[in-house]
C-alpha cells in the first residue's frame, strides 16, 4: 500500500513560481511511474507531467513545457513539480498519482493540492 500527499501549493500571482511535492510511503517508490494531473473548476482533469521510476525520462503536457519541471528524489520518496512562469489557467487542484506502468491504470492518487494564480 502507497500513500501520496501532496504539498506546496497556494495563491501566486501571474508569472510567478510554485513547487509541488508528492511524498509516498512505502518502500517501493521507485518502481511506480509518477504522474501530475490538474483539475480546474468545471473542467475534466487533466495530465500534466510524468516522471519514470529513476527519474531518466520525463514527459511534459504541451501546455506547461518548458514552464514546469518534474523530478523526482527516491532516497526521500518524493517527486516535485517546480512551476514557474505561472499562468492564471494553471489555476487548479493538482493531484500525483502512481502507476506500476503506462498500461494499467493508477494504482494510487494523492488527496490534491490547490494552486491559484491571480492577475
Known amino acids: 500500500q502507497v500513500q501520496l500527499v501532496e504539498s506546496g501549493g497556494g495563491l501566486v500571482q501571474a508569472g510567478g513560481s510554485l513547487r509541488l511535492s508528492c511524498a509516498a510511503s512505502?518502500?517501493?517508490?521507485?518502481?511506480?511511474?509518477m504522474d501530475w494531473f490538474r483539475q480546474a473548476p468545471g473542467k475534466e482533469r487533466e495530465f500534466v507531467a510524468r516522471?519514470?521510476?529513476?527519474?531518466?525520462?520525463?514527459y511534459y503536457a504541451n501546455s506547461v513545457k518548458g514552464r514546469f519541471t518534474i523530478s523526482r528524489d527516491n532516497t526521500k520518496n518524493t517527486v516535485f513539480l517546480q512551476m514557474n512562469s505561472l499562468k492564471t489557467e494553471d489555476t487548479a487542484v493538482y493531484y500525483c498519482?502512481?502507476?506500476?506502468?503506462?498500461?494499467?491504470?493508477?494504482?494510487?492518487w494523492g488527496q490534491g493540492t490547490q494552486v491559484t494564480v491571480s492577475s
Open positions: 498519482a502512481a502507476r506500476e506502468t503506462i498500461y494499467v491504470p493508477h494504482k494510487y
Open positions: 512505502g518502500r517501493t517508490f521507485s518502481t511506480y511511474i
Open positions: 516522471i519514470t521510476g529513476s527519474g531518466g525520462g520525463t
